[in-house]
């Protein structure tokens, strides 16, 4: 049975909260921080909790390759790197607000992933 407390003024239910995690990826920082600034001041600007942003580990994806396509030659390399940056914002609030602030544009090649918790 709802309690008082669970009533807003009008007399309907509150919205229920959940812990809501944001991943964000990409391999542009700039744009990654960028996104991560915007969504967190979204979000305080609608009073929610924010933890934030917790910078993961980069993943250096390495790949080494020879220069010579038939094998003949001086044996030379070339060396080719990837780095993919992540970062986590957690945020406490109902999941509708969580879709309005997440309706920004996004910065092109950053990839957002959302977990909800009950």
């Known amino acids: 049975m709802a309690s008082k407390d669970d009533f ?5 239910p509150a919205a229920k909260v959940h812990k809501i995690r944001i991943t964000l990826t990409s391999r542009n920082v700039k744009n ?4 991560c600034g915007d969504l967190i001041n979204r979000a305080k600007d609608r009073d929610l909790k924010v933890k934030g942003p917790v910078r993961l580990p980069t993943k250096h994806l390495k790949h080494t390759t020879r220069k010579t396509p038939c ?3 001086s044996k030379t390399w070339d060396r080719y ?3 993919i940056h992540k970062r986590l ?5 109902s999941a509708e607000v969580v879709k309005q602030i997440t309706s920004i544009s ?3 090649g950053v990839e957002v992933e959302v977990t ?3």
Not at 8 to 12: F, L
Not at 32 to 35: A, D, G, I, V
């Open 8 to 12: 807003e003024k009008t007399g309907a």
């Open 32 to 35: 990654l921080e960028k996104f």
């Open 71 to 73: 094998g003949e030659g």
């Open 81 to 83: 790197e990837m780095r």
């Open 89 to 93: 914002i957690d945020l406490t609030s």
């Open 106 to 108: 996004l910065e092109p």
């Open 116 to 118: 909800i918790a009950a």
